[in-house]
């Protein structure tokens, strides 16, 4: 069959549930990753043929995509900055939304460590935060996303990883390994943690999406990434944020930071459990799509650590 022809039956059989240009982007990214063929390809080979052996994957593909299963679980990959990670059922496929939580991390880190070198060339002080000896860790890790972004752009970094979910940390050890991290991952459940760290940085994305909200996902999400990894009751949406802010108050050394992803609907609410835990220099910041997103706050210098 002509590779046009197939593209067209893409079309067709998707064009219900997904835009044009949603469609277009699963052909291409299919045929790069089955057949090694760049998107230019219809181009410059406009009758390209393939063989049966060629099509199949692409029509097995297709079948899935109808049932509305991500195409990052069908390929079995996503990408995460500058990094390929593999993904299935058992994790959340990482989004653009965690990659700027990240990125806030690292420039603070990069603030931090160009403040330290001046402090450093005006005298002989040392202090305790630069990238050689800080200690960072990962709650809810699912894929290792997080964790593996912040061990590779801060390789001296000690980075712990934590989930409750076994399977899930089966791929995060999995996705360490090719992209040549070191990470201690951990099975521990953050409700209940028993977890002797001492940390420098704590950053989590934690289960947010109330039931209320499942009305407004798309049904890829709802229907195939784990819920474990998604939701909360409607009663106590911020049961994770208690937790990890319980947890960063006794684990976090005096001026520490925890990074969170929140919930876009409950920006001040989340900010508003922080303060009360003690937390001080607590900033919210909206993500690229305009929505309150993440926060940042730091353990106090004078803490009285309860
Ligand atoms: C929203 S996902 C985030 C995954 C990944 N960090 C990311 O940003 O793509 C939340 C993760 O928290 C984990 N999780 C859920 N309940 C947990 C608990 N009680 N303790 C620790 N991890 C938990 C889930 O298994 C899931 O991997």
Redesign the pocket.
């Known amino acids: 069959m002509l590779l046009k022809e197939i593209k067209n039956i893409f079309h067709d059989e998707l064009g219900k549930t997904y835009p044009k240009e949603e469609i277009d982007s699963f052909f291409y990214r299919c045929i790069e990753h089955y057949l090694k063929l760049e998107r230019f390809i219809l181009a410059i080979q406009p009758e390209l043929v393939l063989t049966k052996e060629e099509e199949q994957p692409l029509f097995e593909a297709l079948s899935q995509l109808k049932q509305e299963m991500p195409l990052q679980y069908i390929l079995g990959t996503a990408h995460f900055m500058d990094l390929e990670l593999h993904v299935n059922g058992a994790?959340?496929i990482?989004?653009p939304e965690?990659e700027e939580l990240v990125e806030w991390i690292l420039e603070d880190c990069q603030t931090k460590k160009k403040n330290l070198d001046a402090e450093r060339s005006r005298s002989v002080i040392s202090t305790t935060l630069n990238d050689h000896s800080l200690r960072i860790l990962?709650?809810?890790?699912?894929?290792g996303?997080?964790a593996i972004a912040l061990a590779k752009h801060l390789p001296h970094a000690k980075v712990y990883a934590?989930?409750?979910?076994e399977r899930?940390l089966e791929v995060a050890r999995e996705n360490a390994r090719l992209n040549q991290v070191d990470i201690t991952f951990l099975k521990?459940?953050?409700?209940a943690p028993e977890l002797e760290l001492e940390l420098d940085i704590i950053v989590s994305?934690?289960?947010y999406v109330r039931e209320l909200e499942k009305e407004e996902m798309k049904n890829n999400v709802k229907d195939h990434e784990?819920s474990?990894?998604?939701f909360v009751s409607d009663g106590d949406p911020l049961v994770f944020y208690r937790a990890i802010a319980q947890f960063g108050r006794t684990r976090l050394k005096e001026g520490g930071s925890l990074y969170l992803?929140i919930n876009q609907y409950l920006g001040e609410e989340t900010k508003a459990l922080l303060k009360a835990h003690n937390f001080s220099e607590i900033e919210l910041r909206k993500d690229i799509f305009g929505n309150d997103r993440m926060l940042k706050a730091q353990q106090k210098w004078t803490s009285n650590k309860k």
């Open positions: 994790v959340l990482p989004r965690t990962d709650i809810g890790t699912g894929s996303c997080i934590v989930d409750v979910s899930a521990n459940d953050i409700l994305n934690p289960p784990p474990l990894a998604l992803e």
